[in-house]
């Protein structure tokens, strides 16, 4: 079946600094999301991206579309304590009758130190 | 605009009670809906899609089972609850190639 490797798993950083994280996946995808999850909440969607080579900006969060159509990255800009959360990518692949299922990522564990 | 509840928001059983779970979109028709359970704060896990009324498909063989009596509403069930069964269950809809979750219902069986 399909595989999302998202790395890196953590990251503890310090305010201020910019964050970058990516996805890979064994399969085309047609469409890449990325969300974020506050604890004991839902995840939230932040960004989404339809075409290869896409890059699109959601305030300080910029994703991009790989050529390949396999990865995504994540960048989060200036940092502040409320980024603090689990990203997670998700994948949709072409064609075949995946009902709009989306393939997940295991997610990346943000802290942000003050 | 569209919404999505579930509820209970918490919920503690006892191992072998039934269990009933309950999802429901506003806002829109006809919507693809999904259930996942997230164990420990990470990874999420398709235990059930619907594409329409009546219409379910499991991913995973389990204890749980879905149903979708109405059109923006989705149930996920079990009869006897096993302790592995605990986790953060979260009902999702898509929107043409985004996909929107739930607030999640926290499950501890005891």
């Known amino acids: 079946g399909q595989q999302l490797n998202q790395s890196p798993q953590s990251m503890f950083i310090q305010e201020g600094e910019d964050v970058s994280m990516n996805c890979t996946s064994s399969?085309?995808?047609?469409?890449w999301l990325w969300y974020k999850q506050d604890p004991g909440e839902g995840p939230v969607l932040l960004i989404a991206?339809?075409?290869?080579?896409e890059l699109t900006s959601n305030g300080r969060l910029t994703a991009q579309f790989g050529i390949t159509r396999k990865d995504s990255f994540l960048n989060i800009s200036a940092s502040i304590p409320s980024d603090v959360g689990i990203y997670f990518c998700a994948g949709r692949s072409t064609g075949g009758t995946s009902y709009g299922k989306l393939t997940f990522g295991q997610g990346t564990i943000l802290t942000v130190h003050p | 605009s569209q919404t999505i509840h579930q509820w209970p928001a918490t919920l503690v059983q006892p191992v072998g009670s039934p269990l009933s779970l309950e999802c429901t979109v506003e806002g829109t028709s006809n919507p693809n809906l999904y259930w996942y359970r997230q164990a420990a704060g990470r990874g999420l896990q398709l235990l059930f899609y619907?594409?329409?009324?009546?219409?379910i498909s499991s991913e995973v063989p389990q204890n749980l089972s879905a149903s979708r009596p109405q059109d923006r509403q989705f149930i996920l069930s079990s009869k006897k609850l096993l302790l592995s069964d605990s986790g953060f269950y979260l009902c999702a809809w898509r929107d043409f190639n985004e996909q929107y979750f739930g607030p999640g219902t926290r499950l501890t069986v005891t």
């Open positions: 399969s085309i995808f047609n469409t």
């Open positions: 991206l339809y075409k290869a080579g």
């Open positions: 619907s594409v329409g009324i009546g219409q």
